[in-house]
């Protein structure tokens, strides 16, 4: 995943703002807990919104507490004091990193392809553990690489092939925050939006160096406004259902902070890379 999941943090009060940080950070801590100190360094924001999400659909909530700092030791910061509803997302992240890392081999040459295959040794061993701990999400990022393969390799892939393999992975993923069935329901919906949220921006801001190395892009065939054009009206499109499918959960806590993603997040988020590609033309 990309990172594109995110809050918008001008938008948020302070004390929302300490809540999300101490989602992420203590998402930090249970990686290495659980899966060794080098995973910390995978990880991202769309997995502090799944485990956010675990935890705004159950009543339980021990509160924070502050602890030092893995990473700065000088540094004070807020951790969930239970860290088990943690052990989900910690698990999907270390899953789907070293099955995208075995994806970068497949894909890229040089020294991204040495850099992957490194990674991959580094990762060996938290992946084994996280696959055997949840071999459900295991099979979901292995259908998922291949059947993005599958898509790529198809003669004249269109927009909605390509994006359909990342749509079908977080719809199979999210429902597992949820207990009730018509929150799974809804998940599913949710992570079939975000999965296209997030490949639509990332095939978008990869347009230019994919052309450049002969990769596949969706968009490769089209000019740069019309690329663009078309993926911001998608863009706006999806992040107008995932607002619709946000308000059909039955939240318990951290609704505003849920909101000030999904509401201002996404937008915020494709409207900043949209004037990097502006800037880096």
Known sequence: ???????????MRVKEYEMYK?????LCKKLGKEYGFVTRFALSYDFTFMALLELSLKEDFAGTE?????????KKCNYCKEDSQFFLSASALVI???????????????FKR???????????GAYKKAAKNYPQIDEIAKDYIEQQRNAESIENCSLDMAAQPS???????????????????VLSYLGQLLGRYIYLLDCIADRKKDIKNNSF???????????KEKIKTQLYIVINEAEKALELLSVKKFKDILGNIIYVGLEDTMNTEFIRLEKNK
């Open 1 to 11: 995943m990309f990172g594109y999941i995110r809050a918008s943090k001008p938008e």
């Open 22 to 26: 101490a989602v992420y950070c203590s």
């Open 66 to 74: 502050k602890k030092t700092c893995v990473f700065n030791p000088l």
């Open 96 to 110: 789907l990193s070293y099955q995208k890392l075995i994806d970068d081999i497949y894909d890229e040459k040089g």
């Open 114 to 124: 040495l850099t992957a295959k490194l990674l991959k040794t580094v990762f060996k």
């Open 167 to 185: 749509s079908k992975m977080l719809s199979a993923l999210l429902p597992m925050c949820a207990e009730s069935e018509n929150d799974k329901k």
């Open 217 to 227: 892009n969706p968009l490769s065939k089209l000019d740069e406004g019309e690329a």
